[in-house]
């Protein structure tokens, strides 16, 4: 949708450097000169750019840069005759400014933004899908903090930043494709569980191996009755087996809970 081709870059290994909202802003602006003056060569060269810049974002988008953003997404789409997709942009930029009208000098009167722009308004875009946060950082859509969901049926900017406040992700997601999962992150408290099950292993594999002994003891007394000798050495066999895996179980454990603490 739109013509793009969204990278989802958890590193950001291909960027140069981080980019500033202003400065993608002033791309946009650049790119919409360009799509004003009738250069659609250069609308198209800047709106790649903007493409390969947004993943390098380093910091939340912002109202005015998101609409900029989905209205120059909107123009794409119209060069691209896809009108299914510049409506969605349209829903995703009234969605920051409900009441956006498109300047004449992007789209005169009878020009087939403003019908489409008519259609997004009035059937504006409210579905949404569950989306699990992470424990540690931030998520941001749009510019605001998720709480859970995000949106359907249109474009949105889905951002995370990790516990340090540092941007590792930026993406524009299409309509009709699943954001990358981001969570949930580990953190030295997740090695509790493991640590209490390991605790309750060895206390299950010392309690097995005193039953075991016992029934070991009772079997080599020699005033036990001769009739109860079978069940006795099944037992204490059974106890004996029994204490091996609960050691097993401990020790693996307690290892896994020493690493997920750990890193």
Known sequence: MLGVLVAFS?????????????ALGQAVSIGEAAYISMDEAGFRRTWDEIQRSLPCLSEPVTDPLLISLYRSAAL??????????GVAALQALLSR????????????????LQAWRTTAFENPSTLTAPYTVPRKGTVWVDGDTVTGV??????????????DGTMVLSALVMPGQTPPVLGPTRDVGSGLPLAVLGG?????????????????????????????????????????????GAGVAAVGTGAAAVLVGTW
Request: proline content about 8%; some cysteine.
């Open 150 to 163: 995000t949106p359907v049926g249109r474009p949105y900017v889905l951002q995370y930043a990790d516990a």
């Open 97 to 112: 400014s409900p009441h956006y009208s498109l300047s004449p000098t992007l789209a005169p009167e009878a020009h087939p």
């Open 200 to 244: 309750l292993s060895a206390v299950a594999a010392g309690g097995t191996y005193a039953l075991a002994r016992q029934r070991e003891a009772t079997f080599n007394d020699l005033s036990t009755p001769t009739a109860d000798l079978a069940a006795l050495r099944q037992q204490a066999n059974l106890f004996s087996a029994l204490s091996v």
């Open 10 to 22: 958890v590193a950001q290994a291909a960027c140069d450097e981080p980019v500033d909202a202003a």
């Open 76 to 85: 794409h789409a119209f060069l691209e005759r896809d009108e299914a997709s």
